[in-house]
């Protein structure tokens, strides 16, 4: 096929969008791939369409290779499936909700678990028809707070979303591994760099998951990498705690501290007066910070649970959120602190269900929750719930407990994986996943198979989802110059990008038959044969478009010679025209 | 490519759905094509999807054929746009709208007119970069009071829509007649019997329109034929004034009418009482029958009008729809009657914007329109505006006139044309619809672009869309028997449905070689290869199923014979393996 430059829908941009704040919005909008339509929603131009078509090709071939069946579910979606599961209200305000004319609730789907698995007990009932992996690549919605980055993180996107059903754990380990390696072949074939890491898997009900991360300083997310080869996404890390250490005889001391509710301020009051621990200074990981959060539950209520741990980290946001999911995490504020008197802001102390463990005991109901770091014996300075009061020599087992162990704090660099090598952190961009449900949704949806012995048996299942169109943007994120894009050849929206320049018929002419040939031979071409647009036009264009082969009818043409333009590496070439088709139909 | 029934997404259904109507319906559920997930709203399952997206890939050549672009638009989309046009109160009931977290609202697009043409906008300036035609394959949503038929009016559908911009009038009738050339081509390929009609353009506030309709009794739209070949459907008929008569001499005569509210009673009491006109009966045809309408604007507010058409007519309520389109029609209430003392019902006479023209005086800005057979000079027998009062011998243009003519009287077989020939009504399902829009959508949104003298001229527009869904529902509904689907090869989900019968290995292992013999041949083929199925279930399923060529590997198959089998016809013959895949593959 030959696109004409000159009738084709484009129009290149000089201003960058002004609310573009990464390179591939950027230059997806003044190369005209995408136009946005409302905040986070866009609209997709024909060459944006190409590219987007040969994502999805490549996605539809590796399914197919997996074994994988494509369906289509609609993104208008009733409530009903979903308040099954209790997704309708987990969700918030993070979905599109919407009625008919009849006040029926409705929502745009963000995922489709329950429509699959329900429709998979719809239709099959024994084991004789597992296992089965079906997929959809499908418009998807989120209503995202804080919609950027174009495509990277968008309220209607495309992604591939695969489930697969088994009725034993080893057949789910097997269809989770087929969609596994089908993401390996995809991102291979789209020359994508990618990590695999250890993903977290509560919050879905699930038991195991991975997440495939582009690495790029871009990335929204951090991911954690051990020496020793160990991956995983912050929220997935798991601090190794310290072994148990035997209870010393003795008591905590009380001691006055004046003016100290940071744990800086303490410290300094610590080396001033308390005599510090064997060989050495008071240090901020000798204190106990308690750090006062609220759960703000699906159902809107709100709980305050004290989390405690080393006064030299802090909460990480991302962990706290992927720990207490679905409720969502906040920071105490003032008017909790008000309604909770006991809470002596800057001099927290160990707490317990049934009210503060020391100092005034008027409030109850807030969980205390520890760091996996606070172990059985481990000895803490903290604060003692009253105002300029602090504790010292308080050990974990013998003077306070816990009502659970809770793994949220920060992560750093140099601090020791599992696998016992330490870690250093990375950005990546979440551009796959692959989760084991297990049974939680064929459990809420009652989809059963008979077994072999004729016994009625719980599902398993699988979650394998993929963004098209994130995918396709961090392409652009990753293939880009100062000049404009330069498109890996697998989902360039051309083979060739052929420019003809200069006046007279002559680069016009040989430009015909150039095109003419490449046609035949089956190459996609995008031909600018537009008139009266000078070469510096057309060559901004074309470096701008990215298609990575360019061939220049110009200069050379009445002498039947032409220029190979390596987008890529910039290296330009003049050959006989019949050399350089022969050069790219050859490939 | 093979497909494996046995391990195909695939579970035949006995019984029809409930809420089938149709037989596409209630055939596309039973063969595991479709899924209801909602009223009028559908998943797709791996052969629906198959037909789907070679109904899509046929309209897309087409389309590219006639030099359109493609492009993608956001189902949600923002309310501004469609504010501009004046559309987002004009659908009344008709979309879904939603809000996001921030309160800002959009809608599921039923249409996207706004957004292409604020995106030509965008990119694009001069007359040279005109004629364009872009446009997509999308779903689109329509939140209908009843939806029904399966995939026939859904709530969720298909469609492509393409829009042509244009700067003359010229540009528009070619870019136009280019699409109307497709759709030709379109409904050809697909096999499907259709009618080009006249539709009714003034709603849509353009100039030439057409509806692509295909004749089938279930269809919910009427359509008119002339003896002479003039096509219409139903709202677009325009009825045939006669001539306008000289206007005689003399003056209304009242007469006393009791107990004759109806039309009926009314003729019934004229051939009792009052002389004959020359040469026969009174009939309903001399009388003028004064309906009171309610029309409710898109500003919900609720104005009244009276619609004065002869006796042996009724207002038809598509047509009236149609002609006072945005505003909904209903009949007048019991209210508005008490609210309006002036209008007595069964005895209402010709009116004026300024109140009754006889009878009492006291009611006022009710419009009165009439039918086109309402000439200068016609004579009329009607109500008086008082109670069991008439008048006869009243003249149309000496005793009353009219605030307009409004051509909604119902439309019957024997009409005359404008082409001068009595006309045949006819059932069908619009299928497609070219529509010049004009300039509307360009002035509204402000598209303008300069001229060949600089000048800045405002683009004509045009729209053309096809129902995708709606299209496959037809073809399903045209082709199919008491046994199931039999799709044209154009767009089956397979080339051939291979099944293998009988015990033992011989069936089996033929039907392997056959199998691979028709991929290598490029075919697409369906394999029964189901274990411990009976002949009698896999025939079943394959006459359901409905791919039109069937190929048999059973009792002959250690003789190396097979059956081909012609799902429409039912012509069954036995054939050497070769010879069969030697025929299927030469096509």
Redesign the interface.
């Known amino acids: 096929m030959v696109t004409r430059l000159s009738?084709?829908?484009?129009?290149s941009l000089r201003e960058d969008p002004a609310d573009a704040e990464v390179n591939s919005h950027r230059l997806l909008v003044r190369a005209?791939y995408i136009?946005r339509?409302?905040p986070g929603?866009?609209?997709?131009?024909?060459l944006g369409?190409r590219v987007k078509a040969k994502v999805e090709q490549i996605v539809r071939e590796e399914m197919a290779a997996a074994?994988a069946?494509?369906?289509?579910?609609?993104?208008?979606?009733?409530r009903e499936p979903y308040e099954a599961t209790g997704r309708w209200t987990e969700y918030g305000?993070g979905i599109?909700?919407?009625q008919?004319?009849h006040g029926?609730d409705?929502l745009?789907a963000p995922t489709h678990e329950e429509?699959f698995t329900l429709?998979v007990k719809?239709?099959?009932s024994s084991y004789k028809d597992l296992p089965?992996t079906?997929f959809q690549i499908q418009?998807k919605?989120r209503?995202e707070?804080r919609p950027r980055a174009g495509l990277l993180r968008g309220?209607?996107f495309t992604m591939k979303d695969a489930y697969s059903f088994d009725y034993t754990d080893e057949g789910l380990d097997a269809s989770y591994q087929a969609q596994r390696d089908a993401y390996e072949r995809i991102f291979q074939r789209l020359g994508m760099d990618y990590v695999i890491v250890k993903a977290d898997a509560g919050a879905m009900g699930g038991s195991k998951s991975e997440e495939f991360l582009h690495p790029t300083p871009i990335g929204e997310d951090t991911f954690v990498r051990s020496a020793g080869g160990y991956t995983a996404n912050v929220e997935a890390f798991e601090t190794t705690a310290p072994e148990a250490l035997p209870i010393p005889d003795g008591a905590p001391v009380v001691f006055d501290s004046p003016q100290t509710p940071t744990i800086q301020t303490l410290v300094d009051h610590l080396n001033a007066h308390i005599e510090a621990p064997a060989g050495g200074e008071w240090a901020a990981e000798h204190t106990l910070k308690n750090v006062v959060l609220a759960l703000v539950h699906p159902d809107k209520t709100r709980e305050l649970v004290i989390i405690a741990l080393p006064g030299d980290r802090d909460v990480d946001g991302k962990r706290a959120e992927a720990a207490f999911a679905p409720a969502e995490v906040e920071p105490a504020t003032e008017a909790d602190f008000a309604r909770n008197p006991a809470l002596v802001k800057g001099y927290i102390g160990p707490w317990s269900a049934q009210g503060a463990v020391l100092g005034e005991e008027s409030v109850s109901g807030i969980r205390y929750l520890v760091d996996p770091r606070v172990v059985e014996g481990s000895s803490w300075v903290t604060g003692a719930n009253e105002h300029e009061k602090h504790l010292h020599s308080l050990v974990y087992g013998r003077d306070f407990t816990a009502d659970g162990v809770v793994d949220v704090a920060t992560v750093r660099e140099g601090d020791i994986a599992p696998d016992g090598t330490p870690i250093t952190l990375e950005r990546g961009m979440e551009i796959g996943h692959v989760f084991q449900l297990g049974r939680k949704y064929a459990e809420a949806l009652g989809l059963k198979v008979l077994d072999q012995n004729g016994k009625l048996v719980t599902v398993t299942m699988g979650s394998y989802g993929i963004g098209v169109t994130r995918i396709l943007a961090a392409i652009a994120e990753l293939n880009n110059d100062d000049k404009g894009l330069i498109w890996p050849a697998s989902v360039s929206p051309f083979d060739v990008h052929v420019v003809a320049t200069g006046k007279g018929d002559d680069a016009l002419n040989l430009g015909e038959q150039v095109v003419a040939q490449l046609e035949a031979a089956g190459l996609d071409v995008l031909f600018d044969d537009r008139p009266k647009v000078s070469p510096g036009v057309k060559f901004g264009d074309a470096e701008l478009i990215g298609v990575p082969q360019l061939l220049v009818v110009g200069r050379g043409a009445a002498d039947g010679e032409v220029e190979l333009w390596d987008r890529r590496t910039g290296e330009r070439e003049v050959v006989p025209a019949p050399d350089a088709v022969a050069r790219l139909t050859a490939r």
Not at 69 to 78: G, I, R, T, Y
């Open positions: 009738s084709f829908f484009f129009r005209s136009r339509q409302a929603i866009f609209a997709w131009l024909p369409l074994g069946q494509e369906v289509h579910f609609p993104a208008l979606m009733p305000d599109f909700r919407l008919d004319r029926a409705y745009l429509a429709l719809d239709l099959y089965l079906i418009d919605y209503d707070a309220r209607e």
